[in-house]
């Protein structure tokens, strides 16, 4: 056992293993540990920067899940651009599983750097699932507030993908663009742009938002498609 791996089995806590393996039906339960996401950002924070935390980075793949949201943690703290984006480069293709895409939040993006809804589009055009999800994430949370732009609502719809948290992103992203950009976002639904099975799922997200008016729901629930 790695001293790394000994770090994380020290914070084990075997109920918390057992919640979430069930969340994760693509994660084998014997990969997952059981650290609570608190413990894991106090030692991800603990370690960042270390010798020993650079050395962790270098060794992929990890053994268990929680190893993997430590990298994704570890990453995320990065204040260069350049170094992030490299960062992720190596570790996005290693990502199996919805919550440690999900974890995925760099600080170095926060400023909306002008290179990154290039890298975006990049990622959102990559063959691997869950490299797709995390750039239409990012989208999600950098680019529906004052950075937006409509050509990001295309870029979305564009992700045309058969893997169910691909999907499952999409409508997430348009349903939270109905709650931040309702007027520019309510054509995809209006002109189905959308296939089918994310139309629906994004008229359900949206509905079940307190984001979005009475008025607003009632609408969008004439807009199901039945047919």
């Known amino acids: 056992m790695t001293d790394i791996q000994k770090l994380l089995f020290d914070r084990q806590d075997p109920a918390y293993q057992a919640f979430q ?24 924070k603990e370690l960042a920067g270390t010798p020993a935390a650079e050395e962790f980075l270098r060794r992929l793949p990890h053994r268990y899940y929680e190893e993997n949201n430590l990298h994704g943690l570890l990453i995320s703290a990065y204040r260069d651009y350049g170094a992030t984006v490299a960062a992720l480069e190596t570790f996005l293709p290693y990502v199996d599983n919805w919550a440690t895409c999900d974890l995925l939040s760099p600080r170095a993006f926060r400023a ?82 959308l296939d089918r099975w994310i139309h629906n799922k994004t008229i359900q997200k949206a509905v079940e938002s307190y984001r979005i008016t009475p008025e607003q729901k009632g609408y969008l629930r004439s807009l199901r498609w039945k047919d």
Do not use: N
């Open 112 to 193: 909306h750097p002008p290179e990154l809804p290039d890298q975006i589009r990049r990622w959102a055009e990559d063959r691997h699932p869950y490299t797709v999800r995390f750039g239409l994430g990012m989208l999600l949370s950098f680019y529906l507030d004052e950075a937006f732009r409509p050509e990001y609502l295309e870029l979305a719809a564009g992700v045309r993908r058969e893997e169910y948290y691909v999907r499952m992103m999409v409508a997430w992203y348009f349903a939270t663009a109905l709650a931040k950009q309702y007027d520019a976002s309510l054509p995809y639904l209006e002109q189905r742009r």
């Open 21 to 44: 393996s069930k969340l994760m039906p693509t994660v084998d339960p014997e990969t997952v540990i059981g650290v609570r996401t608190p413990a894991l950002r106090k030692l991800a």
